[in-house]
């Protein structure tokens, strides 16, 4: 049993709160139980095919593979059909609740006022038969140990009702299904497809829709590696349990040994690497066929929702009134490309979070301005120009970049002097190693920039990845300032805003002394500004140390 205050979100293995004694609790959708027996038979194909078509009987290895995977399947038919029949919810005036458990009953609830987002998914199975996967997620995974309270599975009206109950997100006019929304071309000779700007059958507003040839900028990187590693572990695996030799076909194709190692090394490299690249490309389009961020009223305010995927849909709605600010991730090694990653910075979200993200990973020039137009403040904040930090603060960088560099030095020539490891590569190890991090230290330096525009605050800071962030002031709960020794002899301090939302903590480091000061007043003028005030009193306005915030 877990002992939770009682104004927290989350509530375990307690009584019902007494506010929604009268309302009913509700099963869960009996249809779950159909599309684990459609499950079941899917599972049970691959076993058929195996032991009907291609006579493998006599191969007990594959015998027992196929029957591991039909086992899976019938297990995970069964544990849904324990679930369903062990499951209830109910929604009263206060709380979203759930009871659930064979062996170990467990009673969960949410108060309503503090659901931040509410996220509705179905897999290709859940959208034949018209289901959706519900997750309702409050901030609550430190205290519940769990990243949100899901109703598995859910009628679509149910869910679409869940969503207008606690968000106060408008029932959709027009269409009801968000999968359903057809094609221009199907629509009539007067339809288009939808644009930035457009208005929502809702009454809300279109921020953002999916250009395709964004996908450039998702085959990039080292997971095309990793993909095209797991595509052909998983093709060599299942094709061993039909009894096919996949290494013997491969050998076939081509007279390996006339090529040469050189030739033979690049063949097997392009097409491992076209390979990633068809699989990465494949996941993008399914991932995000439909993709819109749109800005739609509920209750009082409004909320941002996204819609995206084409065998598995997904519909994400955040509350605005929990929006802090947005962050931007531009990764080192593919800026020259303008790629970015887009994501909000709101309380009751994980940053690692998928509810956090968007955009998908696209171009600068489109993640800047629908990150302005997602803050809606008067003046773009993001548009703001950034103080670059001293160049003390690169000869900070650089002093580091050397050190690690001569310490890695000194590790080589030690084992090679010891152990023989190596030999006399150490010098090799400096002549690359050194580039490498003082490159990084230059870079990590230009990413350094702070601004305070209008309500926000704006930091942005990053060697590998530079990431810029816009945070309202009026979020900001705490303020930090950080100085080192080295920092105190270079005049610099690290200035850190803490907020209930997003990382939990958003810094300029190795900014000036004084800037420091200044941006510490920007966000907490009334708790700073006399503790400055007092100190320079007891100082002088001219002195140079610590910092007092």
């Known amino acids: 049993m877990t002992a939770v205050r009682p104004d927290g979100p989350v509530r375990e293995d307690g009584p019902a709160p007494e506010a929604g004694a009268a309302q009913p609790w509700l099963r869960l959708n009996p249809k779950l139980i159909w599309v684990d027996a459609l499950r079941v038979l899917l599972s049970l194909l691959p076993a058929a095919f195996a032991l009907l078509v291609l006579d493998v009987e006599s191969n007990a290895g594959v015998v027992g593979s196929v029957g591991a995977i039909a086992l899976m399947g019938v297990a995970g038919a069964v544990a849904d059909l324990v679930r369903w029949v062990r499951t209830r919810y109910r929604v009263t005036e206060e709380y979203v609740e759930r009871r659930t458990g064979l062996f170990v009953r467990r009673h969960r609830s949410i108060r309503r006022d503090r659901i931040r987002s509410v996220d509705a998914e179905a897999r290709l199975l859940h959208r034949i038969t018209g289901l959706r996967r519900v997750r309702i997620g409050a901030g609550q995974v430190v205290t519940a140990g769990e990243p949100a309270l899901v109703l598995d599975a859910v009628d679509r009206k149910v869910a679409e009702e869940l969503r207008r109950q606690l968000l106060g997100v408008r029932p959709r006019a027009g269409a009801a299904r968000a999968e359903e929304v057809r094609p221009a071309e199907e629509a009539g000779p007067s339809a288009r497809a939808p644009q930035p700007g457009d208005a929502t059958p809702d009454g809300g507003r279109v921020l953002a829709v999916l ?43 081509a007279d390996w040994e006339a090529l040469g190692p050189v030739r033979t090394t690049a063949v097997a490299l392009a097409a491992t690497g076209a ?84 955009l998908p990973r696209g171009p600068r020039r489109v993640a800047y301005p629908v990150a302005a137009e997602i803050l809606g403040a008067p003046r773009n904040p993001l548009a703001a120009p950034l103080l670059r930090h001293p160049r003390a603060a690169l000869h900070r960088r650089l002093l580091w970049a050397v050190s690690a560099t001569a310490a890695a030095t ?140």
């Open 211 to 253: 250009r395709w040839w964004w996908v450039v900028y998702n085959i990039v990187g080292v997971w095309v590696c990793v993909a095209a590693a797991g595509v052909l572990w998983g093709a060599f695996w299942t094709t061993s349990l039909l009894g096919f030799d996949a290494a013997a076909w491969i050998g076939s194709l």
């Open 275 to 358: 390979l990633g690249v068809l699989w990465m490309a494949g996941s993008f389009f399914t991932e995000h066929a439909r993709f819109r961020l749109e800005r739609l009223p509920a209750g009082d305010g409004t909320v941002l929702r996204t819609t995206q995927g084409l065998f598995k849909t997904r519909e994400i709605t955040r509350d605005d009134s929990r929006l802090r600010g947005v962050s931007i991730s531009e990764p080192l090694l593919w800026r020259w490309s303008g790629m970015a990653d887009t994501s909000v910075i709101t309380t009751g979200l994980s940053v690692w979070s998928t509810a956090s993200t968007v």
């Open 410 to 549: 000194v590790l080589i020539a030690w084992l090679g002097a010891t152990t023989g490891f190596g030999g006399r590569a150490w010098w090799i190890a400096a002549a690359v190693l050194l580039p490498a991090a003082a490159g990084l230290a230059v870079a990590a330096h230009r990413s350094l920039g702070d601004a305070v525009a209008g309500d926000y605050l704006v930091v942005r800071a990053g060697a590998m990845t530079r990431t810029t962030s816009a945070l309202r002031r009026d979020a900001v709960c705490g303020v930090r300032v950080r100085q080192s020794v080295l920092q105190r002899r270079l005049g610099l301090a690290t200035f850190s805003a803490s907020t209930a939302a997003g990382y939990g903590r958003y810094s300029a480091p190795d900014a000036g002394v004084r800037r420091v000061e200044e941006l510490a007043a920007a966000v907490l003028p009334e708790h700073v500004r006399p503790l400055l005030e007092g100190d320079r009193a007891d100082h002088g306005p001219d002195r140079k140390g610590p910092v007092g915030a």
